[in-house]
């Protein structure tokens, strides 16, 4: 098995790197998964191995491999040196080793939008119903078990895989609700963004906290009876029975392998109904309303263009503020990977169909509130790493956004440069439009806030910032005069 060429190094991590456990891993003890240089690996206690051989043996998994729908993974050979993992104990040791491709960049389910996280869940049933004929299960159901290539969801957890045993339901099914099926519901059936209640709870939404939102005639909404109130219900008689006491009354019921595919089946032609289109807002034609001349738009892009091709072919471009996601598809053509951050749902989810139907895999739009990006989470605050901790990018546009963020969001304007060039890693380039006071966009925002409140924000003083934070070695006034556009080389 081949793993595909997505910015893995394919040379060995030197013997020198000390293997770094990634925090989200820990949950499963009978695999661990480490950071050794570039290199993802993944260390199985000997019943995984026995489980992760029998799984490569099998006539369904090598296709979901060789399509990309799993991500490349291949044993390490027992010469290799990145063989030798700590384990946390004196007296054991992994029975094996697996590297993995690393995906371009780590998002969480929070930072997705509507039809990202449907077409995560399909994919994720997919492989189940791909699973459950050969004899095997998935041991989880959580979305974090989802990456992205672009805008193809890929499914990393390959440790998840173990055989099906008589009378056993899928084990998942509890995780795919929270994470992945009522986060959904919210969005089709109520309108409601799923986001927030995911970044509040790493282990997704409870069936007590759906109960009470579909109540009366939304019983009978789709899906609604079944996989939450029944769900819910069977839970609480359950509390207090055994996992093996549940497999064994199953197993007596008559449940058989046939009736766990049909459960998987009828969960993806529930999905497949569950749809929503976020209602547009101000944002989602905002190219045609921000007033930009066709002068300033031709200068825009030019100097942008030369910018990301000054320094040679990027590795990973951020857009922060990526609206429609006009320059980060111009970013794509200079860049291994592209980055598209922007805050409102809706521009995102078109933007991701948009992608998604031209065949673009080099962009990945995500969801996010740049003035409250997403933080750690989970145990410790460090299981989900936070969006400051995943973007070091070589290049970093931020175009058209510090006034959103210095006046819009009163954030002051040293702690807006501050930000944008920590995204950066180190070497990289800032990409930063200053729009000035008297712009229409920026009077509009100020209009709305107490006269005087913004003393400092003013170019001058926005130049002096940038001049901090590194070298600017390019600039661009556009010709309506009221916008610059710098590019700043970050030490």
């Known amino acids: 098995m081949v793993i595909p060429d997505l910015g893995r190094s394919t040379r060995p991590a030197p013997l020198d790197v000390d293997p770094r456990p990634e925090p989200g891993s820990f949950r499963d003890p009978a695999n661990r998964v480490f950071h050794a240089g570039d290199d993802v690996l993944r260390a199985l206690d000997r019943t995984a191995a026995d489980h992760w051989r029998a799984l490569a043996a099998s006539s369904f998994f090598p296709p979901l491999l060789a399509t990309g729908k799993v991500c490349g ?27 993995h491709e690393r995906v371009p960049f780590v998002s969480h389910p929070y930072e997705w939008s509507f039809a990202m996280l449907r077409d995560a869940a399909l994919l994720h049933l997919e492989i189940l119903r791909a ?32 055989p099906l045993r008589d009378g056993e339901p899928w ?20 309108g409601l963004a ?21 109540r009366g005639t939304r019983r009978l909404l789709p899906g609604v ?62 190219q045609h309303t921000c007033g930009y001349s066709g002068d300033d738009r031709t200068g825009k892009e030019r100097f ?3 910018a990301l091709t000054a320094a040679g ?28 951050v922007e805050q409102d749902p809706a521009v995102v989810d078109r933007l991701y169909r ?29 299981e989900r790493a936070s969006f400051a901790a995943r973007a070091k990018a070589d290049t970093v546009l931020a175009l058209a956004l510090v006034h959103h963020l210095a006046i819009g969001r009163n954030v002051p304007l040293p702690e807006v440069v501050a930000c944008l060039a920590g995204f950066a890693a180190p070497g990289g380039r800032l990409v930063v439009e200053f729009v000035h006071p008297d712009d229409p966009m920026a009077a509009r925002l100020l209009a709305n806030k107490p006269d005087g409140i913004f003393p400092d924000y003013r170019r001058d003083a926005f130049e002096a910032l940038l001049a901090g934070h590194g070298t600017v070695e390019d600039r661009l006034e556009l010709p309506s005069g009221t916008r610059t556009l710098y590019r700043v080389a970050l030490p």
Request: charged share 20%.
């Open 225 to 286: 009876l079944t996989h939450v109130h029944l769900h819910g219900s069977v839970q609480r008689r359950s509390a207090a029975t055994s996992t093996a006491e549940v497999r064994a009354q199953l197993r007596d019921a008559g449940y058989t392998r046939e009736l766990a595919l049909a459960t998987a089946r009828g969960l993806e032609k529930l999905v497949r109904r569950l749809d929503h289109q976020p209602p547009a807002t101000h944002w989602v034609d905002y």
């Open 131 to 162: 699973a459950l004929p050969s004899g095997f299960t998935t041991k989880d159901g959580s979305a974090y078990n989802l990456q992205w290539r672009g805008t193809d969801p890929v499914f990393i957890d390959v440790g998840s895989f173990t």
């Open 73 to 99: 993974t291949e044993e390490l050979p027992p010469e290799s040196p990145l063989r030798h993992l700590p384990t946390g104990s004196a007296s054991s040791s992994w029975a094996t080793v697996l590297r």
């Open 194 to 214: 799923f986001q927030p209640w995911l970044r509040a709870q790493v282990d997704g939404i409870e069936p007590e906290q759906m109960g009470p939102l579909f």
């Open 304 to 306: 942008v263009t030369a």
């Open 313 to 340: 072919r990027r590795r990973l471009v951020l857009d922060l503020g990526a609206n429609d996601g006009r320059y980060a598809r111009l970013a794509a053509r200079h860049a291994d990977y592209v980055v598209a």
């Open 171 to 190: 084990a998942g099914y509890r995780q795919f609700c929270q994470t992945l099926l009522y986060p959904l519901m919210l969005g089709a059936h109520l």
């Open 354 to 382: 948009g992608l998604r139907g031209a065949g673009e895999r080099h962009v990945l739009p995500l969801v996010m509130d740049l003035a409250d990006p997403s933080p750690g989470g989970g145990w410790r605050g460090t």
